[in-house]
């Protein structure tokens, strides 16, 4: 299993990278250029407050998808357990600490936004 995630943590990271990408006609994204193809100022790329905390949600979105990964890694240790109570005792205690991350992901990405709208 550690091997497992030792691999999946990077290929998560690394195709995070990629996915503003995937939705080109998108008009939101880290790299968004609203000035329609023209080469990008300092004023097209918006305040400091507004890169932070774009970068910081960024950062959440991906913390938010380890713990779903964590949760369906534990759905399926509760399935495959076949009546062995060492293994449902520990999907259990998987689960439970992924919902709480998410909590505190949901909580803090919250903050971040009322933080960055009260500072304008």
Do not use: C, H
Request: proline residues 2%; charged residues 10%; glycine residues 10%.
């Amino acid at each position: 299993m550690k091997n497992l995630i030792k691999k999946a943590v990077p290929a998560f990271l690394s195709a995070s990278f990629f996915v503003d990408k995937a939705f080109a006609q998108g008009s939101s994204g880290l790299w968004n250029n609203p000035q329609g193809g023209a080469a990008p100022t300092v004023a097209a790329q918006g305040t400091l407050g507004q890169n932070i905390s774009t970068i910081i949600n960024y950062f959440l979105g991906i913390l938010g998808l380890i713990a779903v990964a964590f949760l369906i890694y534990a759905g399926v240790l509760m399935v495959t357990a076949g009546g062995a109570e060492e293994q449902v005792t520990k999907a259990r205690k998987i689960i439970m600490y992924a919902v709480i991350g998410i909590v505190i992901i949901l909580l803090s990405y919250t903050i971040v936004t009322f933080v960055s709208s009260a500072l304008g």
